[in-house]
């Protein structure tokens, strides 16, 4: 799997973002996808995932309801549509695969990643 994630930015409190991952490898229909997040100084966390069947998605509670993950096998693709973005919002966006087909959380369960894209949101 060869992830590559795209459209990052600056953007002011309030505003939305849509990010993608490509799998470049076209190998990751057989796997679960989610990205996860890192701000300066802090771990990486979960934000939101998706099984590998495509249809059962998964949220941090900061992410529920602002949040939206979709895959589409077809174009091997992966998105994350932000709403209502918060300043704690902040951080590098990656992408990550998964070859277990239930709702993992934690970055370690994830063996493939992208190499991030920044996401920063002013007040």
């Known amino acids: 799997v060869l992830l590559v994630e795209s459209g990052g930015g600056l953007v002011q409190a309030g505003d939305s973002l849509r990010l993608s991952c490509i799998d470049e490898?076209?190998?990751?229909?057989?796997?679960?996808m989610a990205w996860f997040r890192q701000a300066p100084g802090k771990e990486r966390e979960f934000v939101a995932g998706?099984?590998?069947?495509?249809?059962?998605?998964f949220y941090s509670d900061s992410a529920r309801g602002r949040f939206t993950v979709n895959r589409d096998k077809r174009s091997n693709t992966l998105t994350l549509q932000m709403n209502s973005l918060k300043p704690e919002d902040t951080g590098v966006y990656y992408c990550a695969a998964t070859t277990s087909n239930i709702d993992r959380v934690e970055a370690a369960a994830y063996e493939d990643w992208g190499q991030g894209t920044q996401v920063t949101v002013s007040p």
């Open positions: 490898q076209r190998t990751f229909k057989k796997h679960g």
């Open positions: 998706v099984l590998w069947n495509g249809n059962t998605a």
